[in-house]
């Protein structure tokens, strides 16, 4: 009788175990669907939060997106106002480096025009992708402290400074725009190239009382 006992707890074990399975197995799949709904939902409210701004939408972080959406006419301001503090910088002492943040205000101002000509999507759109980009641009200005001009320089050739050039890629083509897209990088494959900026963001900027 003891081993008939003992018989029948192994198989009573078993099956528990293979019914404990399927159960996990159930639930997991519950899981993952409802994880899944969930997404998709969280998606859809994002998309319809931000439905102005759909070319933004995983191409910048959600919470300044959220920030930059209410500002509207002053994300070039702000971005000009990051611009004009880090090539004045009273921790830099090399005109050097200030020349290099001059330069990509200039190519700043010509990206812009550029996007508005040949690109489709709103000037808001462009402006707030221009803000984050020298948002991104000044937090990596902070690493800059002790470092030699030489170095600054070598930096300034990778992201995210040169990340300008994928904001592009962010907003379709128009009909006029050329088959090649714009570049920053000069002959020579130094980044900034020189730029003469922009008429038309500049008198957007004196408007702004800048």
Request: without cysteine; proline residues 2%; glycine residues 2%.
């Amino acid at each position: 009788m003891t081993i008939l006992y003992i018989f029948l707890a192994i198989i009573a074990f078993i099956l528990w175990k293979i019914y404990r399975q399927k159960e996990d197995e159930k639930q997991a799949t519950a899981d993952e669907k409802f994880d899944a709904e969930w997404e998709i939902k969280k998606e859809a409210e994002k998309k319809e939060k931000f439905k102005d701004y759909p070319h933004l939408i995983g191409n910048m972080d959600d919470s300044y997106l959220e920030i930059y959406a209410h500002r509207k006419e002053l994300n070039l301001k702000q971005a000009w106002q990051s611009y004009a503090y880090e090539a004045n910088n009273p921790k830099s002492d090399s005109a050097e480096v200030d020349m290099l943040f001059h330069s990509l205000w200039d190519i700043t101002e010509e990206f812009l025009e550029h996007l508005e000509k040949y690109h489709e999507s709103t000037k808001h759109e462009y402006e707030i992708a221009i803000n984050n980009y020298w948002r991104i641009v000044a937090e990596e200005a902070k690493s800059f402290d002790g470092k030699d001009t030489e170095t600054i320089k070598k930096i300034f050739q990778s992201s995210p400074f040169t990340d300008i050039q994928k904001i592009a890629l962010w907003f379709p083509k128009k009909s006029n725009h050329s088959e090649k897209e714009i570049t920053f990088i000069d002959e020579n494959g130094n980044f900034p190239r020189k730029s003469e900026g922009s008429k038309l963001i500049d008198e957007r900027l004196k408007a702004l009382g800048l």
